[in-house]
């Protein structure tokens, strides 16, 4: 029985495209459980800034010699690959076979101890390279990281992971027997459905990545991962550190062009809330202004109804009154003086500008 492709033979889509007649060989039916709808999304592609288009065309002038990873371990070693490697060799792996490095002055990096030597002799050689074009490598209290065109730029070295069927241990299928035992006994206490272990192992590759991020943004913000870059099939990771270099250079304008964007949305934000400030402080001083208005006011209302009070109790001036309404009157008078200086145009004024100052 002859194999069937998952995929168009030679010439397929030529004999298409001239209009010949194709053979379509049909894939094979779903498996088990397995849909026979894809779903795609689409998404729109950011339009790429200007200014990043033009770093990226410039960057490979800037490279004038080829970046080669030698087969031996140099003389001297970069600072930071003497690290990272001695950290890789003082690393004991996980449970899932990998090393991981990180901390004060270390490129992260998380791979295989099969991979030791390649991951260390790789950043040696990349780092050498940064440097010769003009940029800075810079230890931190949190990791390594590149100052490429003054932006700051961050390496990860990593290891895809393969998966394989878990097979019980021994340990594992006693643990199940004992549980279906005591389910047996108490079945209202212990589940049937009950996973024992895990479906797959996952161990290092011996697939090599390095990623390029931006550390002002989070990582699930976009334009986190600026560029990434792993082993092919064709070719290793070690045979494309020009085009790393040629990333980080893009990368550096694709991180200005961020964090120039995030100042600008910060200083719009921060204008945005001062305005919302003044205007909420121009609401509270108009509040003020109008209950001292609206109190004035009242306070003229009832010096109208005092003057009337007087009045009806001078009612001729000159004419004889006891000793009590001389008393009233003198009281009414006074009440009336204070009265009208609260109501005078120094006071008013005098009590505007304390309010203005206040607010």
């Not at 050689?125 to 990281?145: H, P, Y």
């Not at 393969?162 to 209202?188: C, F, G, I, M, V």
């Amino acid at each position: 029985m002859s194999a069937i492709r998952y995929h168009p033979p030679l010439g397929y889509w030529a004999k298409l495209n001239f209009g010949k007649p194709v053979k379509k060989t049909p894939l094979l039916p779903p498996g088990p459980g397995v849909s026979d709808r894809v779903l795609v999304s689409v998404f729109a592609r950011p339009d790429v800034p200007k200014e990043v288009v033009e770093a990226a065309a410039k960057a490979h002038k800037r490279i004038s010699t080829p970046v080669v990873v030698p087969d031996e371990a140099p003389t001297h070693l970069h600072p930071a690959a003497k690290a990272l490697r001695q950290a890789l060799w003082s690393t004991k792996p996980d449970d899932e076979g990998f090393l991981r490095v990180d901390g004060p002055g270390l490129l992260v990096a998380s791979l295989g101890p099969a991979n030791r030597d390649r991951a260390w002799l790789i950043v040696d050689t990349l780092l050498k390279a940064v440097e010769a074009i003009d940029q800075q490598i810079k230890a931190t209290d949190t990791g390594l990281v590149a100052i490429v065109d003054g932006e700051t730029l961050s390496l990860r070295l990593g290891e895809t992971k393969d998966k394989t069927a878990h097979q019980p241990t021994q340990a594992e299928l006693r643990a199940k027997a004992d549980w279906e035992e005591n389910r047996r006994k108490w079945p209202s206490l212990y589940s049937r459905d009950r996973q024992h272990w895990c479906n797959w192992d996952y161990l290092p590759s011996g697939r090599l990545s390095l990623t390029l991020t931006d550390p002002l943004r989070s990582q699930w913000q976009d334009s986190h991962v600026l560029s990434r870059w792993h082993d092919r099939k064709s070719s290793k990771l070690e045979a494309r550190l020009d085009d790393v270099l040629v990333g980080m250079l893009a990368g550096a304008a694709t991180a200005r062009h961020n964090r120039i964007a995030a100042e600008a949305e910060k200083r719009r934000r921060e204008e945005a809330h001062e305005a919302y400030l003044k205007k909420q402080e121009r609401r509270r001083y108009e509040a003020q202004a109008d209950a001292f208005i609206e109190g004035k006011a009242d306070e003229l209302f009832r010096l109208q109804k005092i003057l009337a009070f007087r009045d009806y109790i001078a009612r001729e001036p000159g004419a004889p009154r006891s000793p009590e309404e001389e008393a009233i009157l003198r009281v009414t008078n006074d009440l009336i003086s204070r009265l009208q200086h609260g109501l005078s145009a120094d006071t008013l004024k005098t009590a505007l500008n304390s309010a203005r100052q206040i607010s």
